[in-house]
């Protein structure tokens, strides 16, 4: 029979089993039955010969800390009992890995620190229909506009003037300048004569010809000069001025312009008003400008008919105390336009 209290050497305490013999390794010292046994069995402790070694209770302790993927031994099929026991070792960890797509999840970004972006989202078939509808929609407004666009300038492109007859209205009428090669001849610079007898030189004129959306243009500038008869520091002047505008394919006839420049401003020594008798309007404009030592006349005629716009200007530079007649400088602005009209009449 045994103690309830083995001992030293219990399973209480396994690190002093070793110091101290135990009970079952004491050889019997005698013969009789029921007498204790004392000494050592050598066939328990011979090892080298092949023996066994008694069972020995395992020791109950805390395992050590295991490294991961690695268990505790196991006994290995067909191995001798109490032979040392190889430590077992998982396979590789794939056989326990997952799908990533399983556990992965799109995370975004951290505040403050380090984290994956957020993958864009894939737009939506419904998304690319609407951007598919909208394209085509945008496509055929753009596509209108460009065809209206085209149509305004079609119709008030200058390539084509005469492309509609109330174009080739505008420019043909009574009047053509296709005989003209000096615009000076359609007037009479001598009239000047009556204020101031030398010629300042020769007439300059231009002649521009009409092209298939302008009407032609002719201008004429003359002087004359003399010694003033009360100043003889003074010379007197006379200039006369010839402009001509036939009408274009486009826009008013140039008479409306020069009647709003001329007769627009108003003050002391202005005057204005219409001419008749000539063509089918016609307006009429002077100024005085009086000075220490001299004083300017200018009076302008303007006259519009058909398809052409005449305007004589006549100015009369006279030294102090020289008379000048208004009545007299309208009279020869007039009939220079008059015959200005005559020339350039169609035969």
């Known amino acids: 029979m045994t103690s309830s209290n083995p001992g030293p050497g219990g399973p209480?305490?396994?690190?002093?089993?070793?110091?101290?013999?135990?009970?079952?390794?004491?050889?019997?010292?005698?013969?009789?039955?029921?007498?204790?046994?004392?000494?050592?069995?050598?066939?328990?402790?011979?090892?080298?010969?092949?023996?066994?070694?008694p069972y020995t209770p395992p020791a109950q302790q805390v395992p050590p800390q295991q490294p991961m993927n690695t268990y505790p031994p196991q006994p290995q099929v067909g191995a001798p009992y109490g032979a040392p026991q190889q430590p077992y070792t998982a396979p590789p960890q794939q056989q326990f890995a997952q799908p990533a797509q399983q556990f992965a999840q799109p995370q975004a970004p951290m505040q403050g620190g380090y984290g994956y972006p957020t993958p864009p989202r894939p737009p939506s078939s419904g998304s690319k229909a609407g951007w598919i509808i909208g394209g085509v929609i945008g496509l055929v407004v753009i596509v209108g506009i460009g065809i209206g666009v085209i149509a305004l300038s079609g119709s008030d492109s200058p390539a084509s003037p005469l492309g509609g007859d109330d174009k080739k209205k505008n420019m043909d009428g009574n009047y053509s300048m296709d005989s003209v090669t000096n615009a000076c001849t359609l007037i009479d610079p001598t009239v000047l004569t009556k204020w101031s007898s030398t010629s300042k030189g020769s007439p300059t004129h231009t002649e521009t010809k009409p092209t298939d959306y302008s009407g032609g243009r002719l201008e004429c500038s003359a002087g004359y000069s003399g010694q003033s008869s009360t100043s003889k520091y003074h010379t007197n002047e006379a200039d006369i001025t010839l402009d001509v505008s036939f009408n274009s394919a486009y826009g008013k006839p140039e008479y409306e312009s020069w009647k709003q420049y001329d007769t627009g401003t108003t003050g002391s020594g202005r005057s204005s008003g219409d001419v008749t008798g000539i063509g089918s309007q016609g307006y009429w404009h002077a100024e005085t400008s009086d000075y220490s030592s001299f004083a300017v006349l200018d009076y302008t005629v303007g006259v519009q008919d058909s398809n052409v716009s005449v305007k004589v200007k006549v100015s009369i530079d006279r030294g102090q105390g020289e008379t000048v007649s208004k009545e007299e400088v309208a009279s020869i602005a007039k009939d220079q336009a008059q015959k200005a009209l005559t020339a350039l009449k169609k035969k």
């Open 12 to 53: 209480e305490d396994p690190a002093r089993h070793q110091e101290t013999a135990q009970w079952w390794a004491t050889a019997p010292t005698g013969n009789d039955q029921g007498q204790p046994v004392t000494g050592t069995d050598p066939t328990m402790l011979n090892y080298s010969n092949g023996g066994m070694p």
